[in-house]
């Protein structure tokens, strides 16, 4: 019994020491934190013109929220700082705030989708993206040898150039131009550009030059200038002849008169 209590003695004064030993223990990995949309962009170093449209929309808020609550995940294009500067000038201030949101969230696949899976998608594909118009839509095409993936949208054609993360419920997609739906810029823009300064200015100095000159550029020339100088040439001779026919009956007409005088006097 004796021993026992000298024992159990120690072990009570060995508590302390094996608690701080206990404290000095590294911790262990921490479980993996929710997946955020904000994070994995600020991370990702050149999206700040996004963030900023995510957060002043409250975008970003709508989409955090949603990932909390959703069975199939998500799946958001990225545009990066460069993607913007594509775009025209004043592309992003002519759009109210309400096609602000629009555009931001023709960029989100209300599901999740890997590289993989785009191949077995069936276009088009809905987006969070709607107007009075509907639900936009965007079509994807991929090829299984390069695992490539490109999304058009009737206005632009634009790849994915890289994955920032692909991990369910989330899949982030860095791509290099601003997917513009069909519904707020039209598929018109696609093809209408204007034309390059130096040409336009080219053609003005060289119409500037040949007025200087006495002459007419080609282009401001007017249609069939020879016909109408034959028509002004044919008008003088016309009115030639007719004052030819008019001075020969005067003279006719003064010998005709001397003879009828010449017949009364005799």
Known sequence: MEMASHTVLSLLLLLPFLFAAAADVAPGPSPPGELNLTGILENGGQYSTLLRLLQTTRIAQQLTEQLKNSYDGLTFFAPNDDAFTKLKTGTLNGLSDQQKIQLLLYHVLPRYYSVTTFQTASNPLPTEGSGPGGMYTVNVTTTTSSHLVN???????????????????????????????????????????????????GAAAGKAAARKKGGVPKSDVAAE??????????????AAACRGMSAGWTTIAAFALMAVVNLVGA
Do not use: H
């Not at 791509?175 to 336009?200: C, N």
């Open 151 to 201: 999304m058009s949208t009737g206005v632009v054609d634009v790849p994915i150039s890289s994955t920032l993360v692909a991990r369910f419920p989330l899949a982030v997609y860095s791509i290099d131009a601003v997917l513009l739906p069909e519904q707020l810029f039209g598929a018109s823009r696609k093809a209408v550009a204007p034309a390059p300064a130096g040409q336009a200015a």
């Open 225 to 238: 200038p020879s016909a109408a100088g034959k028509e002004t040439e044919d008008s003088t001779k016309a």
